[in-house]
């Protein structure tokens, strides 16, 4: 286990990974990898706590017990730990959380300058490069409140993006969307994927999970019960709470 | 979204209809209204306009007209806006005053808000406090317990304002800050200051502050003043932009603090911007109470522009004219609060354009 951890393909290691609200258990005991390129899909009932899992990785949440590695850094308390691995690891939210008083292109130049220090120019132009990839240059200068939940999503994506972040973690990218445009947002993580980006999505798409996902994690009530390849994971589940949560969410 | 088909342009009568006799309550209050204005107007007009007396004039014509006697604010215009200040020397406040509506005006631009503008200030302020003050460059000296009017109504609102924002900010920050001790401080500042009333932090101020001082050393008595007031609106801005502060939503953070932005960084881009503008109708409010509470400096002997307009009736020969003295300030505060209210509006308007939430 600890030789797996300091190779570098390594770029997520939890350890027995514990972390409580009071006194409910909201996250018991996980231990987990993630390789380098690897993309893994996390699901699992509504408070199974998949949200805190990913959370911990770029510190929004805090962890109480077990080791946290992300690329060869240990979250701890150290501030300078925590600032150094939000500059490798991008976010998307459920609600996509941009900012209202910015244009969309300033959104995603805000950290690049103020955080990488790169030049205005050079920033806007790497903007444009990754807006054109999540296919909305045409609205680099619209305020987000202009444009639709789909397109809020993709400038989202291209945000997080524009840091060039080693790590992408999803936390349920499409639930705020219309069905209709949840497509045009799955397409872009696709192609995230097919570009090698390792990537931790909190998602309900099992096409997507399917398609993309190197493995799938299912939790419940904090613990993480079962792991495995998406063709296993679907076909062969291993545990009973799999196969009922399965049932549930593939007669929709 | 289908747009609903414009409406046809109403003409007067229809509008007429539409607004003020759309049925029969607002009829009765309309016709109301029409009678109060009726009964009211005329005999204003016959007071202020018509049978008053303009320009220069004997108070005893003044007293012999049945209207106003503007000639008393003609007689005493300077001693009411520029207090007890040396007479001859009174073109020294007045462009102090130019110079000050001129940097408000410059300030009121959007685009022109920056580190230039703040500098801008700085030697605007310096440049006013030296013609005030004189004692160089051939100005006779002149204290500053000679100060007065609006310009020292105006300077003690200007500096207590651009310091006291600032200072309530890291306040309202210092109340959510995660650090006991620093909440703790704040919160305690806020209170202690926000359950006394301005007046007596002036006289604390003004008589308690000498008190601990070592004999020899005293703090100017208008510097006392504007202390006060700093102290004073600083606790109450600090609510007002706490306020703001509330109204973001939790996501703002966590995204900023998910793109590596430190939490100075978060504050300064994402979170300050628009927890103020959602805080503008509160803080304006705060500042046009501060500004016409800067007549309270009168009670430590600080001759402010209503105290001006009272030294300047005391005069026997036009004591009796005292509401042509009060009209004139009321319209002179009118105007400067008007405006900041009207300036509210558009600044809210300004950072609503294109962000809809
Ligand atoms: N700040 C908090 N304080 C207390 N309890 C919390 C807090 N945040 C989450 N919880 C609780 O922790 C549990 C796990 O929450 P989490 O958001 O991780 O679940 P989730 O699996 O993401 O669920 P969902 O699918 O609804 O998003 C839930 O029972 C939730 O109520
Ligand atoms: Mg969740």
Not at chain 1, 143 to 167: D, E, F, K, T, W
Not at chain 2, 55 to 83: N, Q, T
Not at chain 2, 84 to 95: I, N, T
Not at chain 2, 214 to 228: C, F, H, K, N, Y
Request: proline content about 5%; hydrophobic content about 50%.
């Amino acid at each position: 286990m600890a030789a797996s951890a300091a190779s570098a393909g390594t770029m997520v290691h939890m350890q027995g990974l514990h972390k409580w609200y009071g006194q409910l258990h909201v996250l018991n005991d996980i231990n987990m990898d993630v390789a380098r390129g690897e993309r893994v899909v996390i699901c699992g009932p509504s408070g199974s706590g998949k949200s805190t899992l990913i959370r911990c990785i770029n510190r929004l949440e805090e962890h109480q017990q077990g080791r946290l590695t992300v690329d060869g850094v240990e979250l701890t308390n150290d501030l300078k730990n925590i600032d150094a691995v939000r500059r490798e690891v991008g976010m998307v939210f459920q609600h996509f959380n941009l900012f209202p008083h910015l244009t969309v292109l300033e959104n995603c130049t805000l950290s690049p300058i103020w955080v990488r220090g790169r030049p205005r120019r050079d920033a806007e132009e790497l903007a444009m490069q990754y807006l054109e990839r999540v296919r909305i240059p045409e609205q680099a200068g619209k305020y987000p409140g202009q444009l639709s939940g789909g397109q809020q999503q993709r400038v989202a994506i291209a945000r997080s993006l524009c840091m060039q972040p080693n790590i992408m973690l999803f936390d349920e990218p499409t639930s705020a969307l219309d069905p209709e445009t949840i497509s045009e947002v799955l397409d872009v993580m696709i192609d995230l994927a097919e570009s090698g980006m390792t990537m931790l999505c909190v998602t309900h798409e099992m096409g997507f999970a399917r398609q993309v996902a190197n493995r799938v994690v299912f939790m419940d009530a904090g613990e993480i019960i079962e792991a495995s390849p998406p063709e296993m994971f679907f076909n062969h589940p291993q545990s009973e709470r799999t196969r009922l949560f399965l049932s549930q969410i593939l007669s929709h | 979204m289908a747009a609903a088909p414009a409406p046809p342009r109403l003409g007067a009568v229809a509008w007429l209809r539409a607004n003020l006799f759309s049925n029969w309550s607002n009829t009765v209050l309309t016709l109301l209204g029409l009678f109060l204005l009726v009964r009211a107007l005329p005999p204003l007009f016959d007071w202020g306009v018509a049978h008053a007396v303009w320009g220069a004039a004997d108070p005893d014509v003044c007293k012999a007209a049945s209207g106003a006697c503007w000639a008393m604010i003609h007689e005493k215009y300077r001693l009411i806006l520029f207090g007890r200040y040396p007479y001859a020397e009174q073109w020294r406040p007045l462009l102090g005053l130019v110079l000050l509506v001129v940097m408000i005006g410059l300030s009121c631009n959007r685009n022109a808000w920056g580190l230039r503008l703040a500098e801008a200030w700085g030697a605007a302020l310096a440049a006013w406090l030296l013609l005030m003050w004189g004692g160089v460059a051939g100005l006779t000296f002149v204290p500053n317990n000679l100060w007065g009017g609006l310009p020292l109504t105006l300077i003690l609102t200007v500096i207590g304002l651009a310091i006291a924002f600032p200072l309530s900010i890291f306040l309202a920050l210092g109340r959510r800050s995660r650090m006991p001790v620093i909440r703790i401080l704040c919160r305690v500042y806020i209170e202690l200051i926000r359950g006394v009333p301005l007046i007596s932090l002036l006289f604390m101020a003004s008589f308690m502050l000498p008190l601990f001082l070592p004999t020899g050393v005293s703090i100017d008595e208008v510097l006392r003043a504007q202390v006060a007031i700093i102290l004073f609106s600083a606790a109450y801005l600090a609510e007002a932009v706490r306020g703001g502060l509330q109204a973001i939503p939790k996501g703002q953070h966590e995204a900023a603090h998910a793109l590596g932005l430190s939490y100075w960084q978060a504050q300064r881009k994402i979170i300050l911007p628009q927890a103020i503008a959602v805080a503008i109708p509160a803080i304006v409010n705060i500042f046009i109470g501060l500004f016409k509470d800067t007549s309270l400096v009168a009670i430590v002997s600080l001759t402010d522009l209503l105290l001006a307009m009272r030294q300047a009736i005391a005069d026997p020969q036009w004591r009796r004219f005292f509401v042509e003295g009060y009209v004139f300030i009321a319209l002179i505060y009118f105007v400067v609060c008007f405006f900041m209210s009207k300036y509210s509006q558009y600044l809210e308007t300004q950072f609503r354009s294109g962000q809809q939430r």
